[in-house]
């Protein structure tokens, strides 16, 4: 198996990915598949955190736009966060993987509390952690989560797995024709371009620390194999917009 371009990686899964066709929830044949695609790189001895969404469960902006406070829409999400992670640790162990699940709310019965260094540590030992809960705090959405976990723990890159989307364009491909996917680019120019694939604050995490951004389509069977390979698959955004070697 080809040597991995990352000794730890922080994966972050959208909520959408586990609803498979269906309008909400979790497909068990869609979680079963990512579960399969993350065990896949697990086994290359790469160290992975994940952080998950909670969109198949809970949009907060849907509510907030009917009314909702923001702060309640927002805790809300992150106890749909909760039940994804939750999920997804059951299908990882289901196939052998070793899994530890830290929640930013307090939540002993199912999950650790999130403690960096015992993250770390878990790291480590070879088992794969999910963050559950986002960062904790309303206004702050999950891809800025996966930012700031991936910062704190280390990891090498932030590797953002999109549902049926396989990178990054200059505009929205589903409206506007001609759209040109972009295979490299430096974090500077994806703020410039303002690209609503990505959380402008996780960019800005991700650029004032020199952290690498992957943005392929996990469905795609062994793309997230071939990303932490370093092929180029998806997007690349770095410091320089050059490509890992």
């Not at 290359?44 to 909702?68: D, F, K, P, T």
């Not at 206004?139 to 049926?164: C, F, H, P, Q, V």
């Not at 990054?168 to 490299?184: C, F, I, M, N, S």
């Amino acid at each position: 198996m080809s040597k991995n371009a990352y000794e730890r990686v922080l994966l972050k899964l959208s909520g959408e990915s586990l609803k498979g066709d269906q309008g909400l929830g979790i497909s068990p044949t869609t979680l079963q598949y990512v579960a399969g695609e993350v065990h896949t790189a697990w086994k290359s001895g790469v160290q992975i955190g994940i952080v998950i969404g909670g969109g198949n469960i809970w949009r907060g902006a849907a509510y907030e736009a009917s009314g909702m406070d923001r702060s309640t829409a927002d805790y809300a999400g992150m106890l749909a966060t909760i039940m994804n992670a939750i999920a997804l640790q059951d299908a990882l162990e289901k196939q052998g993987v070793e899994v530890r699940t830290q929640s930013a709310i307090s939540m002993p019965v199912v999950a650790e509390p999130y403690i960096r260094r015992r993250a770390i540590r878990h790291m480590e030992k070879g088992r794969v952690v999910i963050f559950a809960g986002g960062t904790g705090n309303p206004y702050m959405s999950t891809d800025t989560a996966a930012a700031l976990r991936g910062l704190e723990t280390g990891a090498d890159a932030l590797i953002m797995a999109k549902n049926n989307v396989d990178g990054v364009y200059d505009a929205d491909p589903r409206t506007t024709p001609g759209a040109k996917k972009l295979d490299h680019l430096t974090h500077h120019e994806a703020l410039s371009l303002r690209l609503q694939a990505l959380d402008s604050t996780a960019l800005s995490l991700c650029m004032d620390n020199e952290m690498t951004i992957a943005v392929f389509n996990l469905f795609v069977e062994g793309n997230l194999r071939r990303v932490l390979n370093g092929e180029n698959v998806g997007t690349l955004i770095t410091a320089s917009g050059i490509a890992v070697e």
